[in-house]
């Protein structure tokens, strides 16, 4: 009996964390959105993330700092919390960045390579399985972000080495803070990271003099935007769902956030939604089915009985 509710309670716990990790991803699918609009209203990449990070760190130290949550870390996971922050801030300079070379789908498409590169290196270092269903979860995933971002044709090296960074970037980013959350708390955890973002972006600000303060109304409106819902939300929301799920299966499930761009596009910046785009959005959404707990499971146990049965031929 205590085995079974232990069962049922951690099989709870993780499809809370899927859930989790694909509201935040859904949330930062709208990145795309407000770099697009940012773009329109001349406001810079340095400018626009400057201010996103710095307002997204300070009102989460706020709030740690009001509900008197321990922040206080050891010398070395300081250091490891405030590297990964380093290459979370060296991901979305090099992102974003690249869009000046390449489509917004061709850029959603190189880096929503990373699930290959975490399942990976999650199964080397952190000895997560790859189990058939994930791996199925995975090529579905895949698949789908190719229909779905293969729309774009523009193309140039610079953009897409870039974005390959960018991925790279990202891939380090979830398998570390998958090790960080072992020990940390989510909140406390992302606002180290937000402090490392914060001084990864300024730094490229400054060195690239391209950062300057935000000159109209409508800069602000879009750093507000960006800090709340496509920062500090999903950031939270994916670091919680992280410390429930492998970082493998959080990544496959992260692979819904180009839906979310996808729609936003079509309701606001009227881009066209072709059939391809129709059947990689339901590739999407069947990857992150495959990649729930009680359906790995099902599909994992269907297997076991399956592969040792054995059917003998006339000979016997």
Known sequence: MDRGRADVESEAETGTGVALV?????????????????????LSTATLLAARFLAASAILWAYLVRRGVPIRLGRRTLVAELGLGLVYGLMSVAYFESLAWLSAGVATLVLFTYPVQVTLVSALALDEPVTAPKALALC?????????????TAFGLPGLVLVG?????????????????????PLVHAAYVFL??????LLYGVVTGTLSAPATPAHWRLIAGITVVGTLLP??????????????TASIVSTSEPLTTVVLGVALLDEPFTPAVAAGGAAILASVVLASPAVERAVTDRLRRVGPQRTEGPGG
């Open 22 to 42: 694909v509201a935040g991803a859904a949330l930062f699918g709208t990145l795309g959105v407000f770099g697009e609009l940012a773009r329109a209203a001349e």
């Open 140 to 152: 579905t995933a895949l698949g789908g972000v190719a229909l779905v971002a293969g729309g774009g």
């Open 165 to 185: 960074v960018a991925s790279l970037a990202y891939t380090v980013y979830s398998v570390g803070s998958r090790v960080a959350v072992r020990t940390v708390s």
């Open 196 to 201: 490392g973002v914060t001084a990864a972006v």
């Open 235 to 248: 950031m939270i929301l994916f670091t919680a769902g992280l410390a429930r799920i492998p970082a493998s």
